[in-house]
């Protein structure tokens, strides 16, 4: 499943959103100023890459040697094509964090965006704790989707169980904070959520829609019965949808 976006991998880096600036100052803060090196875990197309990047430190002349300052962890070979074409000063690894060896001495910082749920969860908060150095931060972000008008809301929710009435259930909101502070292993453990409004056309939502997991698992006739659907919803409100986008970032520390 985590090699299921490739399919749509160009739709996925122009239609989904990207992360509030905001939050760069807040994972700095927390980290206590630019880490020397930072990996990436399951960065997709790199819509966090674009963020991340930012916050590693310029190497000085007497640096330790890296290969990299910035390594992206990406399984999907599409969407690490489409990562590499963006930031080629980026280290791109095609590989699932489960087969990935950090260096021996752990890296200062290891974010994931939108991808905490695509690993596994029986060894995520493990590896990610020895891929870290002592006193290391762990950075995950995520995005909550929902609607700014209660009724654009009933209506999509009608228009896709209209089609394809087979629940698809939302994890709660701060599920992955209670994940990562459930494990045991890492302390300082902090949220921080961001909302932003973002209107979309027919034909956007229409290209959201078909980047999410759920919509890439029905079979394709159903996937166009679904776009139908649901553009036939925004139609009827005007053709613009505005979404109520929730981000939230979960930050915790290695133990020193």
């Given at each position: 499943m985590v090699e299921l976006f490739g399919e749509v991998a160009d739709d996925y880096d122009e239609i989904r959103p990207?992360?509030?600036?905001?939050?760069?100052?807040?994972?700095?803060?927390?980290?206590?100023?630019?880490?020397?090196?930072?990996?990436e875990v399951g960065a997709g197309t790199g819509l966090a890459t674009a963020l991340?990047?930012?916050?590693?430190?310029?190497?000085?002349?007497?640096?330790p040697a890296h290969p990299a300052r910035v390594t992206c962890v990406e399984p999907d070979a599409r969407m690490?094509?489409?990562?590499?074409?963006?930031?080629?000063d980026v280290e791109v690894v095609v590989t699932r964090f489960e087969q990935w060896s950090p260096p021996p001495a752990g890296v200062p910082l290891l974010a994931c965006a939108l991808a905490w749920h695509w690993l596994d969860p029986d060894?995520?908060?493990r590896r990610a704790h020895d891929a870290l150095a002592p006193g290391g931060t762990l950075a995950v972000l995520a995005h909550r989707y929902d609607y700014v008008d209660p009724a654009q809301s009933a209506a999509i929710r009608a228009a896709?169980?209209?089609?394809?009435?087979?629940?698809?259930?939302?994890?709660?909101?701060?599920?992955?904070?209670?994940?990562?502070?459930?494990?045991?292993?890492?302390?300082?453990?902090?949220?921080?959520?961001?909302?932003?409004?973002?209107?979309?056309?027919t034909a956007g939502y229409q290209r959201l829609v078909g980047t999410f997991s759920p919509q890439l698992r029905r079979p394709p006739q159903l996937r166009e019965r679904v776009l139908e659907a649901v553009g036939d919803a925004v139609d009827g409100f005007g053709g613009t949808v505005t979404l109520d986008l929730r981000t939230t970032l979960v930050l915790a520390r290695r133990p020193a």
């Open positions: 990207g992360y509030p600036a905001a939050l760069a100052a807040t994972i700095l803060a927390y980290h206590g100023g630019p880490p020397s090196r930072l990996v991340l990047r930012d916050l590693v430190a310029p190497a000085g002349p007497d640096a690490a094509a489409v990562l590499t074409a963006r930031f080629p060894t995520r908060n896709f169980e209209s089609v394809d009435p087979q629940p698809h259930h939302d994890r709660p909101e701060d599920w992955f904070l209670a994940d990562i502070t459930g494990s045991g292993l890492f302390t300082d453990v902090r949220s921080v959520a961001l909302r932003r409004s973002v209107p979309l056309t």
